[in-house]
């Protein structure tokens, strides 16, 4: 995924059989690896009922990998990170800071639908994979716009990796995904 196709669709069809086969071949390391992974899921408030107010609920969507600040999931696709909670107990009501109890909220709707303990990721963004979409991205990266996770350079896919703005903030997404997989499947001392 290196050079300078200007944006051809044959330079187009090679970035995206690229990307396929790097996100492809991150999948198979990392399950042969049998590294963690977090749970995806949707979080939905649910309307009342005859006024009676129904609590909050988390459909499970699949499994990841966290990749720094990226989520793939077990069908090759990129994730944006989004939030975050834990499938434990909710603990009670304390009614005294509106941010704790919408934590426990969040706690209380993914609590009997995972794991015990389990992370579970929620109010991600599935990425845009398409070369066309990602040049999109770099221009509008270089107009100042720094909500992209993923741009096309030349013909390569980068990921923000930071949060400066321009296009510094910007690593090759090869080798960025190489090292956050080792550090998930081979964790420092």
Do not use: C, K
């Amino acid at each position: 995924m290196n050079g300078t196709t200007g944006g051809t669709e044959q330079g187009d069809a090679a970035v995206a059989a690229g990307l396929d086969s790097l996100l492809a071949g991150t999948v198979a390391a990392l399950r042969r690896a049998d590294a963690r992974t977090e749970a995806l899921a949707r979080f939905d408030e649910r309307r009342a009922i005859l006024g009676i107010r129904r609590g909050p609920v988390m459909t499970p969507l699949g499994r990841v990998w966290r990749l720094g600040v990226l989520l793939l999931d077990t069908d090759a696709q990129l994730h944006g990170v989004g939030r975050v909670t834990r499938a434990i107990e909710p603990g009670r009501v304390t009614n005294q800071n509106p941010r704790a109890e919408e934590r426990r909220d969040y706690r209380r709707a993914a609590h009997g639908r995972f794991a015990d303990g389990d992370t579970v990721n929620f109010d991600t963004v599935e990425l845009a994979l398409d070369p066309s979409t990602l040049r999109a991205q770099a221009a509008a990266v270089q107009a100042g716009d720094r909500t992209p996770l993923l741009i096309l350079r030349g013909d390569t896919v980068a990921v923000r990796w930071n949060a400066q703005p321009g296009e510094n903030a910007f690593t090759p997404l090869g080798p960025y995904l190489a090292e956050r997989a080792e550090l998930l499947t081979a964790p420092p001392p």
